[in-house]
T-cell receptor, first 117, second 111 residues
Framework: GAVVSQHPSRVICKSGTSVKIECRSL??????MFWYRQFPKQSLMLMAT?????????EQGVEKDKFLINHASLTLSTLTVTSAHPEDSSFYIC?????????????FGQGTRLTVV | GQQLNQSPQSMFIQEGEDVSMNCTSS?????WLWYKQDPGEGPVLLIA?????ELTSNGRLTAQFGITRKDSFLNISASIPSDVGIYFC???????????FGEGTQLTVNP
């Protein structure tokens, strides 16, 4: 199956700093990437959808200036949490989807556990 | 927005037992997907269903796409300890649209 790699898997940062999370599709071209946030014992909440070369579409209630998404190439999207605060601590997961039929299901990265102290 | 109701929320079973979980939607989906998530990991796709009435197996797992296109179930037969995890259903309106996730079913298998 398609492989999506997310990095880092864990990060601890100080309040007020910014953190960048990378999501790469390793064996296919990802025309669309999705960023999710997941709190403990809850389902995945979609934060934003990004298409290569265009601005991300954010879900209602997600601050685009706080969660900067860049999808500069067909294999890489980044999520930057700016001026992080403890309430931003969560599990962030990306998924990537190509335009071939077998890639219509989004394949997920391993997730990034962000802890803001 | 669309909502998926997934049940049960959690299950505690003995090794060797069969398990069934399901999802229902208030609206129609053209694709149903079932994922498993282990602690600290991203979801992994188990089964994808594309046609109403479709019944698909993947080893001990079997999933069906409901005829009304508003529901799906996942069965796990002869459960083993490594089946422990959270199972999510997800629906997709069209092949390019976003996924809508269920709330998840936490499965615990006692040896």
């Amino acid at each position: 199956g398609a492989v999506v790699s997310q990095h880092p898997s864990r990060v601890i940062c100080k309040s007020g700093t910014s953190v960048k999370i990378e999501c790469r599709s390793l064996d296919f071209q990802a025309t669309t990437m999705f960023w999710y946030r997941q709190f403990p014992k809850q389902s995945l909440m979609l934060m934003a959808t990004s298409n290569e070369g265009s601005k991300a579409t954010y879900e209602q209630g997600v601050e685009k200036d706080k969660f900067l998404i860049n999808h500069a190439s067909l294999t890489l999207s980044t999520l930057t949490v700016t001026s992080a605060h403890p309430e931003d601590s969560s599990f962030y997961i990306c998924s990537a989807r190509g335009d071939r039929e077998e890639n219509t299901e989004a394949f997920f990265g391993q997730g990034t556990r962000l802890t803001v102290v | 927005g669309q909502q998926l109701n997934q049940s049960p929320q959690s299950m505690f079973i003995q090794e060797g037992e069969d398990v069934s979980m399901n999802c229902t939607s208030s609206s129609i989906f053209n694709t149903w997907l079932w994922y498993k998530q282990d602690p600290g990991e991203g979801p992994v796709l188990l089964i994808a269903l594309y046609k109403a009435g479709e019944l698909t197996s993947n080893g001990r797992l079997t999933a069906q796409f409901g005829i009304t296109r508003k529901d799906s179930f996942l069965n796990i037969s002869a459960s083993i300890p490594s089946d422990v995890g959270i199972y999510f259903c997800a629906g997709q309106e069209t092949s390019g649209s976003r996924l809508t996730f269920g709330e998840g079913t936490q499965l615990t298998v006692n040896p």
